[in-house]
């Protein structure tokens, strides 16, 4: 048992650090190509990937939050906190999300109000081009390999950290289609380019915020989890069957309440030990687990 305990320990530090590695990249990609994007852009060559550059920085921002969220949530339960602090997070979230909806609001005034159309030479051009083309490339790498590591730690902050590269991959891909459009003479398009990124921004904070809420509200966990819950519990030695299985989400882990039939010939102490297999089974099958409630029903009970 104290070995299953260890191996429990080191796969929750081994997730906590890989966690934190990823957000560290999200960061500091995102922090390198705001700082990139907003040079060139207030250096004049091209306003619109100023706004680009924004869109950059509220991912960086993303990043940082749900760094700082997510080793809020892991400190240990207090006299205060008896539940832990879980569902931190995704009050910061809720904040960040706050803020870059105010973000877009701002880029979208000053789209609206403040661009003036630019003389673009064709070496301008070619530059900011390779500079919105090395951002698509940065962000779809970004993504996949966040979006990898999420699917297999099963992170919910992790997928949300890199979809946030993947809406910048296609506000990278608008600059470029925005730019064309200038050259051939349709100034307009750097006006609704800058009004297209805006959208993209200001949807994201709204699903930021959506997905706070949600984690708030300790929501239900996806289709399929009580499914593969209940495959997890059958499968251990001295369960006969799993009477109730009943999931949520705790903060950004998981809380797993089940009740499950044992043979009526089983000692407590017997029972006890059944019942620690099935939580351990469950935290090996799922890995972000909060807490495992096991109960025990008697045959013939629903």
């Known amino acids: 048992m104290r070995g299953s305990e260890a191996d429990n320990a080191r ?5 906590a650090a890989t966690e934190e590695r990823t957000c560290w990249l999200s960061f500091w990609g995102n922090m390198l190509l705001a700082i990139f994007k907003l040079s060139i852009g207030l ?38 906190h008896p539940y832990g602090h879980g569902k931190a997070m995704f009050v910061l979230l809720a904040l960040t999300g706050t ?7 701002v880029i979208l005034l000053v789209s609206l109000r403040s661009f003036r159309w630019q003389a673009y030479t064709a070496s ?20 996949r390999h966040i979006s990898e590591t999420a699917e297999r730690l099963d992170s919910a902050p992790l997928r949300h950290n890199a979809w946030n590269n993947r809406l910048n991959v296609f506000s990278s891909l ?3 289609v925005s730019l064309a459009a200038v050259m051939l003479g349709l100034d307009v398009m750097e006006e609704l380019g800058a009004i297209g990124i805006a ?18 509200m300790d929501r239900a966990l996806p289709e399929g989890t009580d499914e593969r819950l209940r495959a ?51 935290v090996r099958g799922i ?4 807490y495992v409630a096991v109960d025990f029903s008697a045959h013939g009970d629903s």
Request: aromatic letters at 4%.
């Open 174 to 176: 608008a600059v470029v």
């Open 232 to 282: 997890l519990t059958a499968s251990v030695p001295g369960v006969e069957s799993v009477s109730a299985v009943r999931a949520r989400e705790v903060g950004h882990k998981v809380g797993v309440d089940l009740t499950i039939q044992v043979s009526p010939s089983r000692t407590v102490a017997e029972a006890d030990q059944i019942a620690t297999h099935v939580e351990e089974a469950v």
């Open 43 to 80: 250096l004049g060559y091209c306003s619109l990937l100023a706004v680009d550059g924004l869109q950059s920085a509220s991912n960086a921002l993303v990043g940082a939050t749900t760094l700082y969220g997510l080793r809020v949530s892991r400190k240990p339960k207090d006299a205060e």
């Open 99 to 105: 803020l870059i909806a105010l973000g877009a609001i």
């Open 287 to 290: 890995g972000r687990v909060e």
């Open 124 to 143: 301008v051009y070619s530059f900011v081009l390779l500079a919105a083309g090395v951002s698509a490339l940065a962000n779809e790498l970004m993504y």
């Open 11 to 15: 796969l929750a530090q081994h997730r």
């Open 199 to 216: 959208a993209l921004v200001l949807g994201r904070s709204v699903g930021i915020c959506q997905w706070a809420l949600d984690g708030c």
